[in-house]
């Protein structure tokens, strides 16, 4: 199998101020560990998207503000989030990595895609920049793939809560978004009785997972709560928000993922769309060593190879599982949904 790995040196030049935790470091270690694979990868540098493109998921005005903003120089829109003069240029380039990935895939090029982008884009909603991201670069790639008939499911692995990419497709009956994430935790949505609204009441699937948490919880929650509404959508297509911060090690975070558990993730979505319809966008993971392992873990799982993963590291909180897989049903029945047993 073979996976696409797109990425930019002018992502290195988004600036978000010193000592920030979302920095060019990040791109830069991942980089220096592509070279383990021997072969499967295949290289490519995205091109910007355009504005229409950022326009059919932001409205105009606020992406004009953001065009502004960086032409003055820069600043912080939020306390998390700051800009340079380059980071609207940056962005562009950033959301443009899932357009040529599906432009690449579907022209057989390879089996799956990896775009390791900076900014990231999942708190990025409709009209407000937020959490270290400008434009909502996997709503952007999934908005065109809605365009042309396709079914996307976007699986959020992220310790944070992808508000933004919930609150672009809540409404949408094209997209199932999927959702595990450390709760309480930043930005603070992502209840469990989020489900969608209209005609796509039931395709929003929030796993908020309390501190401590393990990767093999995560990956029997979603069997038992995603499942059965993953197999009923029949996605055509996988966007993944791949974030990394909930490794064990992340400073932002209090999960107690391994990079195993992010390959056992990934191994586990790919069942649910043919190949060469997947793409893995990175989101957060900020301890560095976590990133790079968790990276070589997602990408090998992408390329279908073996990994030898701990057996002792996938404990799972049963009862954790039960009681979330209860109260999500219980919340579709106050809907009038009654699911099938997972």
């Given at each position: 199998?073979?996976?696409?790995?797109?990425?930019?040196?002018?992502?290195?030049?988004?600036?978000?101020?010193?000592?920030?935790?979302?920095?060019?470091?990040?791109?830069?270690?991942?980089?220096?560990?592509?070279?383990?694979?021997?072969?499967?990868?295949v290289?490519?540098?995205?091109?910007?998207?355009?504005?229409?493109?950022?326009?059919?998921?932001?409205?105009?005005?606020?992406?004009?503000?953001?065009?502004?903003?960086?032409?003055?120089?820069?600043?912080?829109?939020?306390?998390?989030?700051?800009?340079?003069?380059?980071?609207?240029?940056?962005?562009?380039?950033?959301?443009?990595?899932g357009?040529?990935?599906?432009?690449?895939?579907?022209?057989?090029?390879?089996?799956?895609?990896?775009?390791?982008?900076?900014?990231?884009?999942?708190?990025?909603?409709?009209?407000?920049?937020?959490?270290?991201c400008?434009f909502?670069?996997?709503?952007?790639?999934?908005?065109?793939?809605?365009?042309?008939?396709?079914?996307?499911?976007?699986?959020?692995?992220?310790?944070?809560?992808?508000?933004?990419?919930?609150?672009?497709?809540?409404?949408?009956?094209?997209?199932?978004?999927?959702?595990?994430?450390?709760?309480?935790?930043?930005?603070?949505?992502?209840?469990i009785?989020?489900?969608?609204?209209?005609?796509?009441?039931?395709?929003?699937?929030?796993?908020?997972?309390?501190?401590?948490?393990?990767?093999?919880?995560?990956?029997?929650?979603?069997?038992?709560?995603?499942?059965?509404?993953?197999?009923?959508?029949?996605?055509?297509?996988?966007?993944?928000s791949?974030?990394?911060?909930?490794?064990?090690?992340?400073?932002?975070?209090?999960?107690?993922?391994?990079?195993?558990?992010?390959?056992?993730?990934?191994?586990?979505?790919?069942?649910?769309?043919?190949?060469?319809?997947?793409?893995?966008?990175?989101?957060?993971?900020y301890?560095?060593?976590?990133?790079?392992?968790?990276?070589?873990?997602?990408?090998?799982?992408?390329?279908?190879?073996?990994?030898?993963?701990?057996?002792?590291?996938?404990?799972?909180?049963?009862?954790?599982?039960?009681?979330?897989?209860?109260?999500?049903?219980?919340?579709?029945?106050?809907?009038?949904?009654?699911?099938?047993?997972?």
């Open positions: 199998m073979t996976v696409l790995f797109g990425t930019h040196p002018e992502y290195l030049e988004h600036d978000t101020g010193l000592f920030h935790p979302e920095s060019a470091s990040r791109l830069e270690v991942i980089m220096s560990v592509l070279d383990r694979f021997e072969d499967g990868i290289r490519f540098r995205p091109s910007p998207a355009s504005t229409d493109a950022i326009t059919r998921v932001h409205r105009a005005a606020h992406v004009a503000e953001i065009r502004q903003l960086c032409l003055m120089g820069g600043g912080p829109i939020d306390a998390d989030t700051q800009v340079g003069y380059q980071s609207y240029d940056i962005a562009l380039l950033a959301a443009g990595a357009l040529d990935a599906i432009s690449r895939l579907e022209q057989g090029e390879a089996d799956a895609a990896f775009v390791a982008v900076r900014p990231p884009g999942h708190h990025a909603t409709a009209d407000t920049s937020m959490g270290f400008l909502n670069n996997i709503a952007v790639a999934a908005q065109r793939l809605i365009e042309k008939g396709e079914r996307v499911l976007i699986l959020d692995i992220d310790a944070h809560h992808g508000n933004g990419t919930q609150d672009i497709f809540y409404e949408n009956a094209s997209v199932l978004y999927v959702s595990t994430h450390q709760h309480p935790l930043y930005p603070g949505t992502g209840k009785f989020e489900l969608g609204a209209g005609d796509a009441t039931g395709l929003t699937v929030n796993i908020p997972l309390p501190p401590r948490s393990t990767g093999g919880t995560a990956l029997s929650a979603l069997e038992a709560i995603a499942a059965s509404t993953i197999v009923t959508f029949a996605p055509t297509w996988l966007l993944i791949a974030g990394f911060d909930g490794h064990q090690a992340d400073p932002l975070t209090d999960l107690g993922f391994t990079a195993d558990d992010y390959y056992r993730i990934t191994a586990w979505a790919l069942q649910y769309v043919p190949k060469g319809r997947t793409i893995a966008f990175l989101e957060g993971g301890d560095l060593e976590a990133l790079a392992e968790s990276t070589i873990a997602a990408l090998e799982a992408l390329l279908g190879l073996s990994r030898r993963t701990d057996p002792f590291g996938n404990h799972v909180e049963t009862n954790l599982v039960t009681t979330l897989a209860q109260m999500r049903r219980s919340a579709l029945r106050a809907q009038g949904i009654d699911l099938p047993p997972a």
